[in-house]
C-alpha cells in the first residue's frame, strides 16, 4: 500500500484530495460550511465522490493518506482525519512527511512551499505542490533544481488540464474550427491566487509560449492580453467571486467559433489526483518540469500586471 503524506487544509482540496484517495465515511456528513463561510459547492464535490464510490474509483485500491498536517487541527484537521480514516493528524508538516512514499503540498501560501518542499524533494518523495508555486521566479527554480539532483517527480498547477470535458473540448475545436487564432477565457477568483487556471486553459487549447503581456485592473476582476509566439491572442479574465460564473473559454479559427464551459470541475481535481498517484508509482511526472515553472512564471506576471494597473 502506498502512503501519502498531506500538508494543508487551507483551502478545499485537503478534503477533496483525502476523500478521493481514502474515501469519506458515510456517517460523516460532508460539511456545507467551510472555515471562511458557507460552501455549497461542497454538495456537487459530494455528489462526484459518491459516483465515483459507487463506480469503485475511489478509495485508490493501492494507495492512503496515512499522515494529516493541518493549519487547523483542532476542526478541519479532525474532521478529514476521521471522515478519512487517516491514521495520523501530526503536529508539524515536517511530520506529516515521515514514514510515507509520497507527498502533497496543498497548503496555499506560496511562501512557504520552498522550505516545506526542498526537503521533500531531496528525499526523493514524489510531490504535487498546489498553487500558487512560488512567490518568485527564484523561489520555483529551487525547488525545480533540488528535485532535478535528486531525480524526483514533481508537478503543480491547475486541475483545469485534466479536465475531461476541456480536453475534448479541444479535439472538437481541431475537428471543427481548425487551428486556434484567438481565445477568450474568464475564471473565478483572484489573479493571485487563481490566475493559473486561467493560464492552464490556455494552455490546453493553444500552449503557453507568451511574448507579450499587458494587464489591466477593474474593481472586481483583473485581465490579460497575451501575444503567443504563433501569432494567437489570448484574452484572460479572472472575476473575485468564489465559483460563479463557472470557468469557460471562446475559442476562434478559420472556420468558426466555439464556446466551453466547465461543468466537471471535481471530476477534474479527481483527474488531478490520479495522475498524482500515477507519478508516485511510475516515477514519472505528468507535466514537464518546464511547463510547469513556466506557468508558474506567467502566473506571476499576470499578477504583477494586474497590480500595476491597479
Known amino acids: 500500500m502506498m502512503r501519502i503524506g498531506l500538508i494543508g487544509t487551507n483551502n478545499t482540496h485537503g478534503h477533496q484530495l483525502a476523500g478521493f484517495i481514502n474515501g469519506w465515511r458515510p456517517d460523516v456528513p460532508i460539511p456545507s460550511r467551510w472555515v471562511h463561510g458557507p460552501l455549497p459547492q461542497f454538495y456537487l464535490w459530494a455528489k462526484t465522490l459518491r459516483e465515483l464510490e459507487e463506480t469503485g474509483r475511489v478509495p485508490a485500491p493501492d494507495a492512503r ?13 479532525a474532521l478529514i482525519a476521521r471522515a ?12 506529516a512527511t515521515r514514514d510515507v512514499d509520497a507527498v502533497l503540498l496543498l497548503t496555499d501560501d506560496p ?15 514524489p510531490m504535487f505542490i498546489d498553487k500558487p508555486l512560488a512567490p518568485t521566479d527564484d523561489a520555483a ?58 493560464l ?4 490546453v487549447l493553444v500552449g503557453h509560449w507568451v511574448s ?35 470557468a469557460q473559454a471562446i475559442v476562434w479559427g478559420a472556420h468558426g467559433s466555439l464556446h466551453w464551459e466547465s461543468r466537471d470541475v471535481y471530476r477534474s481535481i479527481f483527474s488531478m489526483t490520479t495522475a498524482f498517484l500515477d507519478m508516485a508509482r511510475s516515477g514519472v511526472a505528468p507535466v514537464p518540469e518546464a511547463e510547469s515553472l513556466e506557468l508558474a512564471r506567467l502566473a506571476n506576471v499576470l499578477a504583477e500586471a494586474a497590480s500595476a494597473k491597479a
Open 65 to 77: 493518506v496515512t499522515r494529516l498536517w493541518s493549519e487547523d487541527p483542532a476542526t478541519e484537521g
Open 84 to 95: 478519512c480514516e487517516v491514521e495520523r493528524l501530526v503536529d508539524s508538516p515536517e511530520e
Open 111 to 125: 511562501n512557504s512551499h520552498v522550505d516545506l518542499a526542498v526537503p521533500v524533494l531531496k528525499a526523493g518523495l
Open 141 to 198: 527554480r529551487e525547488m525545480a533544481e533540488v528535485a532535478s539532483a535528486s531525480g524526483t517527480p514533481w508537478f503543480s498547477g491547475s486541475a483545469f488540464r485534466f479536465s475531461p470535458s476541456l480536453l475534448a473540448f479541444r479535439d472538437r475545436v481541431t475537428a471543427e474550427i481548425g487551428v486556434p487564432t484567438a481565445v477568450y477565457v474568464q475564471c473565478p477568483g483572484w489573479i493571485e491566487r487563481y490566475g493559473i487556471h486561467a
Open 200 to 203: 492552464e486553459i490556455m494552455n
Open 212 to 246: 507579450e503581456v499587458a494587464g489591466a485592473a477593474l474593481p472586481g476582476r483583473s485581465s490579460a492580453s497575451l501575444l503567443l509566439e504563433g501569432g494567437e491572442t489570448v484574452l484572460l479574465e479572472t472575476m473575485s467571486t468564489a465559483f460563479d460564473p463557472p
